[in-house]
T-cell receptor, first 111, second 113 residues
Framework: AQRVTQPEKLLSVFKGAPVELKCNYS??????LFWYVQYSRQRLQLLLR??SRESIKGFTADLNKGETSFHLKKPFAQEEDSAMYYC?????????????FGQGTILTVHP | EAEVAQSPRYKITEKSQAVAFWCDPI?????LYWYRQILGQGPELLVQ????????DSQLPKDRFSAERLKGVDSTLKIQPAELGDSAMYLC???????????FGPGTRLTVT
């Protein structure tokens, strides 16, 4: 069975500092990886997915199959980036569309 | 912009009572998901529908939980009887299917006393 691990429950940085939210996964196949974000008093929403290779709100994430990681990075954090971030995996195949989420990381960006 | 609707937003019920949650997905979204999110954890899939059919309910505690999507549009998740351990946020999401983006509702926070 697949598993997603986000080792940091809490992460604090100052505005303008680089930020990296870690995500590791265990799955023997070729998964689709996602980052979802939940801002205060808002719904859970998609931030980015690895297949699109987009940079959303300055965030990027690279899928490293060798290290089975999908870390989320931003070179200069902003206060509005403070939120809960979830890494998620879609195993595909018979589990197509079924997301397995990590436990989440609360990011706080201080002024 | 279309959004997933859920009701009620909050529900307090006593142990052994029945409780039901409702979800209205974005129009045209064939796939509907129910997730349970226990405090401090990520969402966990309970059931996935494709139109009116259940695709995956392997994590649904079927002795007390049931879900239906009779006309392939809105959906109801029921718990009977509720237990203290059922206290959680229940999220509904919908998508066009496959690995399409999932759009989440605001959730129903259930407290079982």
């Amino acid at each position: 069975a697949q598993r997603v691990t986000q080792p940091e429950k809490l992460l604090s940085v100052f505005k303008g500092a680089p930020v990296e939210l870690k995500c590791n996964y265990s799955y023997s196949g070729s998964p689709e990886l996602f980052w979802y974000v939940q801002y205060s008093r808002q719904r859970l929403q998609l931030l980015l997915r690895h297949i699109s290779r987009e940079s959303i709100k300055g965030f990027t994430a690279d899928l490293n199959k060798g290290e089975t990681s999908f870390h989320l990075k931003k070179p200069f954090a902003q206060e509005e980036d403070s939120a809960m971030y979830y890494c998620a995996l879609d195993a595909g195949g018979t589990s197509y569309g079924k997301l397995t989420f990590g436990q989440g990381t609360i990011l706080t960006v201080h002024p | 912009e279309a959004e997933v609707a859920q009701s009620p937003r909050y529900k307090i019920t006593e142990k052994s009572q029945a409780v039901a949650f409702w979800c209205d997905p974005i129009s045209g979204h064939a796939t509907l998901y129910w997730y349970r999110q226990i405090l401090g954890q990520g969402p966990e899939l309970l059931v996935q529908f494709q139109d009116e059919s259940v695709v995956d309910d392997s994590q649904l505690p079927k002795d007390r939980f049931s879900a239906e999507r009779l006309k392939g549009v809105d959906s109801t998740l029921k718990i009977q009887p509720a237990e203290l351990g059922d206290s959680a946020m229940y999220l509904c999401a919908s998508s066009l299917g496959g690995v399409s983006e999932q759009y989440f509702g605001p959730g129903t926070r259930l407290t079982v006393t």
